[in-house]
């Protein structure tokens, strides 16, 4: 017999579908002790939420976060909302003695961050960030190897996330869809928004990063704002690149837009290290490019690995060696990894310790950017 956990979900957006899926899904494919019960939704437009809860198979409905927090029969929530939003349901969230599940970036900033890890760990509630990019199978192979030292001496980190939704400048800013290009509910642009997945796998892969330099571009300086009407200044990046050291010695260089014209969302990642080198990239996102030095001569050159056999990470859990599967799936890896923690009693990341590090980063770079100096990562 599972043991059911009660899961209250805030937000029912772009996320609140992928976790949403991952909850139905889990128990299907992963052997596990618990059982994820899709108990409530939250969103304020209760039409709207029943909607949802109805589709994806909610058993109630709440239109305010606070009512769904104090039910007793809620036993994990899931914050899926808008940045602003995520420090203050976490806190409260873990002083009712919750489990919690956050959309990434932690917080609007650090300090936000600071205050998210000391509410969970001092109410010691299980937590998790949904940097979901490092439970792609071929992500999480790309961690083996490397931790199993095949590159040896790691020298250059290289990563892009790449998009060009935003080039129109009559885009308006803020509210449902938009709220990503108002500084006010996104805390920064594509820094925080897609950066910062590409710099939670690099600290996961590659280790800390001790400073950076970086320049930031707002490309279409003023947009309507959907919730005034008004024409407002833009106040996120829209466009940034930096470079850093990481702890290990190797140098990085990270590039991240939403005015790529032609690219959707491009997250590629290349590791060069002394024996060999690998990279990846999300539009292909089940194989992994791999050079090994080692290889004798004539037949020396890049391979790319079908990381879909039954040795592969998380892939004897699907279906038959040569069969992809794809992103929805990263997300029903975090559940089943974080209830198999839950189960063992044991943290799993990245916990919200581990994401205030990428949060870190963002605000070193941000301020690198404004000040055109380097700038010390905490
Ligand atoms: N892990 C990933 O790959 C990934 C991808 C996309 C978004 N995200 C993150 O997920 C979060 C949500 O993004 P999204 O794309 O799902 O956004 P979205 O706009 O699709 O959905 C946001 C949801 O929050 C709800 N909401 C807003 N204010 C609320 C309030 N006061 N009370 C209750 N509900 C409220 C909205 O009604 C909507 O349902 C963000 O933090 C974002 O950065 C992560």
């Not at 579908?17 to 139905?24: D, E, G």
């Not at 690149?241 to 997250?267: I, M, P, Q, V, W």
């Not at 859990?317 to 997300?331: D, N």
């Not at 890896?333 to 919200?352: C, E, N, R, Y």
Request: neutral net charge; contains cysteine; charged residues 25%.
């Amino acid at each position: 017999m599972t043991k059911p956990l009660n899961i209250g979900m805030i937000g029912y957006g772009f996320m609140g579908r992928a976790h949403s899926n991952a909850y139905r899904k889990v128990n299907n494919f992963f052997d596990l002790e618990y059982r994820p019960v899709l108990k409530a939704v939250c969103a304020r437009d209760a039409a709207k939420a029943k909607a949802f809860a109805d589709t994806w198979g909610y058993e109630s409905v709440e239109t305010d976060w606070k009512n769904l927090l104090a039910r007793k029969d809620i036993d994990a929530v899931d914050i899926c909302t808008p940045n602003n939003l995520h420090r203050d349901i976490a806190i409260a969230a873990a002083e009712a003695g919750k489990v919690i599940l956050c959309e990434k970036p932690l917080a609007m900033n650090s300090e936000e961050g600071e205050e998210m890890c000391r509410a969970v760990e001092k109410a010691k509630v299980p937590n998790i960030v949904w940097y979901n990019y490092r439970r792609v199978p071929a992500v999480t192979f790309a961690k083996q190897i490397i931790d199993s030292g095949k590159l040896g001496k790691i020298f250059h980190y290289r990563a892009n996330f790449l998009q060009d939704w935003t080039i129109s400048a009559d885009l308006p800013q803020g509210g449902a869809g938009l709220w990503r290009l108002d500084v006010a509910a996104a805390g920064s642009g594509v820094t925080g928004d897609l950066l910062a997945h590409c710099i939670d796998t690099a600290v996961w892969l590659n280790g800390g990063i001790s400073n950076v330099t970086a320049m930031t571009e707002t490309f279409i300086k003023e947009r309507k704002h959907n919730l005034t009407g008004k024409v407002e200044k833009v106040g996120i990046d829209d466009a940034c690149a930096f470079l850093c050291r990481f702890d290990n010695g190797s140098l990085g260089l990270f590039e991240s837009t939403r005015y790529a014209r032609g690219h959707k969302a491009l997250y590629t990642f290349e590791i060069n290290g002394e024996k060999a080198s690998i990279k990846w990239d999300l539009h292909d996102l089940h194989r992994l490019q791999w050079f090994d030095h080692r290889t004798e001569g004539p037949l020396r050159g890049w391979s790319s690995i079908h990381v879909t056999d039954g040795d592969h990470p998380y892939m004897a859990k699907w279906w038959v060696p040569g069969l992809a599967i794809g992103y929805e799936h990263s997300f029903v890896h975090q559940v089943a990894d974080f209830l198999d923690g839950l189960a063992k009693k044991q943290p799993v990341g990245p916990t919200f310790r581990d994401a205030l590090e990428t949060q870190k980063v963002c605000d070193a770079v941000l301020a690198s950017a404004k000040s055109g100096a380097w700038t010390n990562v905490g």
